[in-house]
């Protein structure tokens, strides 16, 4: 069964509105999950690393202030798009790890299909 | 180059075919290596990990050239539920991430 939920699956919004995503780690603490990002046909691309109680990184490129990240609890984790544009129309995938260091795979949420019209 | 190169496909084949994919890494020092299938809008799920010896989950075998800095997926018996994208996925030790391939897109046919 799944181990990371995120939610919503799917949003649409209105250009210039916050949208939040949640992402929840099921059975087990996650002090660190993982955000990405994959535009169609495109590989998945690591935005930032949520730390559970400290700031997140941020990848290369990727604007901490407009990709807003939250890691209050050890099972919760959210990502908030700030002032949505429509070439921030995305999958947004949140992940973690289970188990083991960090050159162990990761276990994805759902998903979160992110329409800004 | 990419650090992670795969053939996108898409891979026609039809059922109970065997099919494999190739995949490439650029960094000679990546310590780990998975494949994970995506379906259609969906999110990756772990397929397996590959070892360096080698290895086997039922119908999926994969293999690790260190020496060529390939890793390889082979299918055998495909069935129409195999028909996805398969993503080679290597974990950079420098950066300490994983990095991801494009992904092969297999399309198994009745």
């Known amino acids: 069964g799944a181990v990371v939920s995120q939610h919503p699956s799917r949003v649409i919004c209105k250009s210039g509105t916050s949208v939040k995503i949640e992402c929840r780690s099921l059975?087990?603490?996650?002090?660190?999950m993982f955000w990405y990002r994959q535009f169609p046909k495109q590989s998945l691309m690591l935005m930032a690393t949520?730390?559970?109680?400290?700031?997140?990184?941020?990848e290369q490129g990727v604007e901490k202030d407009k990709f807003l990240i939250n890691h209050a609890s050890l099972t919760l984790s959210t990502l908030t798009v700030t002032s949505a544009h429509p070439e921030d129309s995305s999958f947004y995938i949140c992940?973690?790890?289970?188990?083991?260091?960090?050159?162990?795979?990761?276990?994805f949420g759902n998903g979160t299909r992110l329409t800004v019209t | 180059r990419k650090e992670v190169e795969q053939d996108p496909g898409p891979f026609n084949v039809p059922e109970g075919a065997t099919v494999a994919f190739n995949c490439t890494y650029s960094?000679?020092?990546?310590?780990?290596f998975f494949w994970y299938r995506q379906d259609c809008r969906k999110e990756p799920k772990l397929l397996m990990s590959?070892?360096?010896s080698g290895n086997e989950d039922g119908r999926f075998t994969a293999q690790l050239n260190r020496a060529s800095q390939y890793i390889s997926l082979l299918i055998r018996d495909s069935k129409l539920s195999d028909s996805a994208t398969y993503l080679c996925?290597?974990?950079?030790?420098?950066?300490?991430?994983?990095?991801f391939g494009t992904g092969t897109r297999l399309l198994v046919s009745p």
């Open positions: 992940s973690a790890r289970v188990a083991g260091g960090n050159n162990s795979p990761l276990h």
């Open positions: 059975d087990f603490q996650a002090t660190t």
């Open positions: 949520s730390n559970e109680g400290s700031k997140a990184t941020y």
């Open positions: 960094n000679s020092a990546s310590q780990s």
């Open positions: 590959v070892y360096s």
């Open positions: 996925v290597v974990y950079n030790t420098g950066f300490q991430k994983l990095v």
